[in-house]
């Protein structure tokens, strides 16, 4: 039976004095080592509600395999929705079979 694996939450909060993430914006993340047989990945992003609509996808995830085994996890977090968001934080999942 598979096994899933959470991990998380990771977090990003707007550097007190500059702006939050705009709309369009990007955040490249790089994840990892995982070293619990997982083979299939997921992440989900979450913004704060600090106004009425915020909407964060994840885009581009790919996993990379070192040479010894551990993977890890590159996908950037792009804010597609109509307001800054000034903090979110991401899930990961993996499953092992």
């Known amino acids: 039976m ?3 694996h959470v991990y ?3 977090s990003w909060s707007r550097p007190s004095g500059q702006p ?8 490249p993340w790089w994840v990892g080592e995982f070293l619990d047989g997982s083979v299939v990945f997921q ?17 581009r995830l790919s ?3 070192k040479a010894t085994g551990q993977a890890f996890m590159i996908f950037s977090v792009r804010n597609v929705g109509p307001t800054t968001v000034n903090s979110y934080r991401i899930f990961v999942s993996g499953s092992s079979l």
């Open 63 to 65: 996993t990379e395999y």
């Open 2 to 4: 598979p096994t899933l």
């Open 43 to 59: 992440a989900s992003a979450h913004p704060t509600r600090e106004f009425y609509s915020q909407t964060l996808e994840v885009v």
């Open 20 to 27: 939050g993430m705009m709309p369009g914006h990007e955040h």
């Open 8 to 10: 998380g939450p990771y």
